[in-house]
């Protein structure tokens, strides 16, 4: 089954946008997994005024297939791309790096006290990760990122859960709306085509991670176009069931 026929089978009248959220937390495992799954969409809020944060839950030290590289180097590295990453995006929250091992994040209940106190302590309208529904997703820390995201966002709204950080001078929190990226059933769409260069430049600022998810971007201009092309694609084949040219799919939850 291709890209196109996967997300066309979730052929839904398209929603009505989102009105730009005044705040957005992304949730993502890695550096670089909001822009993969929402760097139009948060370059786009960020424009019209939106303060856009992440939370990066690991330090990324495994990500990379070069047999020679010093993890603890990496991780240094990764942090910096996250930072350039989340400039060109105009991410002018906070950046927030809780350094769990890269690969061994788990779903406890420690990772979940820690996404829903910065829900609290940030207050988004939005928040923003991983869709744990997602079948064979085939990456442990993302689907633990997403249970993180759903389950923090409950745990959040709720004021018996956590009462210690009640007690600290936090107060509850309910987001208006959850966006889950890289959805098993994509139910809502936004426009990618006005900042799909923003992402891509965005993600392009990950240069460790050229090799390896972007097949050598950074090697030369054949090679950056084949990168393009294939996010094009990707863009497409997410925006046709929404008669977008461009889109990032998301389902869409109201907690």
Same mark, same amino acid.
């Given at each position: 089954?291709?890209?196109?026929?996967?997300?066309?089978?979730? $052929?839904?009248? &398209? @929603?009505?946008?989102?009105?730009?959220?005044?705040?957005?937390?992304?949730?993502?495992? %890695? +550096? =670089?997994?909001?822009?993969?799954?929402?760097?139009?969409?948060?370059?786009?809020?960020?424009?019209?005024?939106?303060?856009?944060?992440?939370?990066?839950?690991?330090?990324?030290?495994?990500?990379?297939?070069?047999?020679?590289?010093?993890?603890?180097?990496?991780?240094?590295?990764?942090?910096?791309?996250?930072?350039?990453?989340?400039?060109?995006?105009?991410?002018?929250?906070?950046?927030?790096?809780?350094?769990?091992?890269?690969?061994?994040?788990?779903?406890?209940?420690?990772?979940?006290?820690?996404?829903?106190?910065?829900? $609290?302590?940030? &207050? @988004?309208?939005?928040?923003?990760?991983?869709?744990?529904?997602?079948?064979?997703?085939? %990456? +442990? =820390?993302?689907?633990?990122?997403?249970?993180?995201?759903?389950?923090?966002?409950?745990?959040?709204?709720?004021?018996?859960?956590?009462?210690?950080?009640?007690?600290?001078?936090?107060?509850?929190?309910?987001?208006?709306?959850?966006?889950?990226?890289?959805?098993?059933?994509?139910?809502?769409?936004?426009?990618?085509?006005?900042?799909?260069?923003?992402?891509?430049?965005?993600?392009?600022?990950?240069?460790?991670?050229?090799?390896?998810?972007?097949?050598?971007?950074?090697?030369?201009?054949?090679?950056?176009?084949?990168?393009?092309?294939?996010?094009?694609?990707?863009?497409?084949?997410?925006?046709?069931?929404?008669?977008?040219?461009?889109?990032?799919?998301?389902?869409?939850?109201?907690?």
């Amino acid at each position: 089954m291709t890209q196109a026929n996967i997300f066309s089978e979730a $052929r839904l009248e &398209r @929603p009505e946008p989102l009105e730009t959220p005044e705040r957005v937390l992304t949730i993502g495992a %890695h +550096p =670089d997994d909001a822009e993969f799954g929402a760097g139009a969409t948060l370059a786009k809020w960020a424009a019209a005024g939106a303060e856009i944060s992440m939370l990066i839950l690991t330090d990324g030290s495994k990500g990379s297939w070069d047999p020679d590289i010093d993890p603890n180097v990496l991780a240094v590295q990764r942090r910096r791309e996250q930072e350039e990453a989340a400039a060109r995006l105009g991410a002018r929250g906070e950046l927030v790096f809780l350094d769990h091992v890269d690969g061994e994040l788990e779903h406890t209940m420690d990772l979940r006290a820690e996404t829903c106190l910065w829900i $609290r302590r940030l &207050r @988004p309208t939005v928040v923003m990760g991983f869709d744990p529904w997602k079948n064979y997703m085939l %990456h +442990p =820390d993302h689907r633990a990122a997403g249970w993180a995201v759903v389950d923090g966002v409950v745990a959040a709204r709720d004021h018996l859960f956590y009462p210690e950080q009640l007690s600290e001078g936090l107060a509850k929190h309910r987001p208006e709306a959850v966006l889950l990226w890289v959805p098993e059933a994509p139910d809502y769409w936004e426009d990618a085509s006005p900042t799909f260069e923003t992402k891509i430049d965005a993600l392009l600022c990950h240069s460790s991670q050229t090799q390896s998810t972007m097949k050598s971007a950074l090697s030369g201009e054949e090679q950056r176009a084949q990168f393009v092309e294939r996010m094009l694609s990707w863009g497409r084949a997410m925006g046709e069931p929404a008669g977008l040219e461009l889109a990032e799919a998301f389902k869409l939850i109201r907690p």
